[in-house]
């Protein structure tokens, strides 16, 4: 009997095809309601999930007994319950590796953009406005020789620390272990507390993963820890920063600025944020390319048909 496999979201071809030859493949698109997914997913074998999928204690229920692998498209996984999934005997893989580069990217254009006032820039010029150039019009902050404080050092920090040093960035970074000494040397960077990071820091990147000791780890207090004249980026998880908070320090002009990928209830974004000129939003496209989305789709069916081939999954979460 062909076992089943129910995709709770778009995925390219390439990953698809992959399913298909591990099982029947049910696809189902669209802003899924909880019910809607738990409905979709009764007698499934295996659920490819995408990050704002919440995989519960209901959810892995309505699946029934005989569900086997749980396969996040995406290198977070705090929308799954892994110690519920793992309860049941069911496997939960994720992609890391595959969208470090796209993410250290964006980062970096998000850090361009506020510092550059890039996105207000735009704006001015599409509204149409009246404009002419001199000396003193929009001047940014230039990063050369300025000091990036990078929260959480796992593989996309240490991609955006690569790349903020070809800027002539100093870098310092707070991660939960600390590098060995010999890469820090190699990246040329130093641990700090995390309070010192925030405080010495002109520009600030989020890089940490989503738990119940890093939700809102930006919060009011941390927030007013960082320089008037420093910023914000976030492409980590929205519900690492305490979202009203930050509208209250922009509000006050505590800080520079602020650069979001994502947001603390996504889709929905705080609308004081979409009314700052000194605030850049984008819609969570840390690992938005084509390159990039399809080879996370491709780990997340073959983390799904070795499982249900009987093998060990190629990058399991461990509970």
């Not at 390219?12 to 399913?19: C, G, V």
């Not at 009246?130 to 929009?138: A, K, N, R």
């Not at 990246?187 to 925030?198: K, S, T």
């Not at 809102?216 to 927030?223: E, G, N, T, V, W």
């Given at each position: ?25 049910e ?12 409905d ?5 074998h ?6 704002h999928?919440k ?12 569900l ?9 996984y705090?929308?799954i ?5 793992a309860?049941?005997?069911v496997?939960v893989?994720n ?10 990217d ?5 850090m ?8 207000e ?11 002419s ?14 000091t ?5 050092m796992?593989?996309?920090g ?6 903020a ?5 100093k ?9 060995p000494?010999q ?21 600030v990147?989020?890089?940490?993963p ?41 509000q006050e ?7 979001l990928d ?9 609308p ?19 390159e ?24 399991p979460?461990?509970?």
């Amino acid at each position: 009997m062909s076992k089943r496999i129910v995709v709770t979201g778009w995925l390219p071809e390439p990953a698809l095809d992959i399913l298909r030859q591990a099982g029947e493949v049910e696809v189902h698109q669209g802003q899924l309601a909880p019910e809607q997914v738990r409905d979709a997913v009764r007698g499934a074998h295996a659920v490819v999930s995408m990050v704002h999928i919440k995989v519960d204690q209901e959810l892995l229920a309505a699946a029934g007994p005989q569900l086997e692998v749980v396969a996040n498209v995406g290198v977070g996984y705090d929308n799954i319950d892994v110690a519920a999934a793992a309860a049941r005997g069911v496997t939960v893989t994720n992609t890391p590796g595959v969208l470090v580069d796209a993410t250290a990217d964006l980062t970096i254009g998000l850090m361009l953009m506020v510092t550059r006032r890039l996105g207000e820039g735009e704006r001015l010029l599409r509204a149409r406005r009246p404009w002419s150039f001199h000396l003193g019009f929009m001047l940014g902050t230039g990063l050369q020789h300025k000091t990036l404080g990078i929260v959480g050092m796992g593989r996309i920090g240490r991609a955006v620390c690569r790349r903020a040093r070809a800027f002539g960035m100093k870098v310092v970074y707070n991660s939960r272990r600390p590098l060995p000494e010999q890469l820090e040397a190699e990246l040329g960077v130093y641990h700090l507390p995390l309070d010192e990071l925030l405080s010495s820091s002109d520009v600030v990147s989020l890089h940490c993963p989503l738990t119940e000791q890093t939700h809102h780890l930006i919060d009011q207090r941390a927030l007013e820890l960082m320089k008037p004249s420093a910023f914000l980026v976030n492409t980590s998880r929205g519900a690492v920063v305490d979202e009203k908070a930050l509208v209250k320090v922009l509000q006050e002009r505590r800080i520079a600025g602020a650069a979001l990928d994502v947001f603390e209830r996504e889709p929905q974004v705080e609308p004081e944020l979409l009314e700052m000129d000194n605030v850049v939003v984008v819609p969570h496209l840390g690992s938005a390319t084509t390159e990039t989305r399809t080879s996370m789709a491709e780990l997340a069916a073959r983390n799904v048909a070795a499982v249900l081939s009987g093998d060990e999954p190629l990058t399991p979460v461990r509970a």
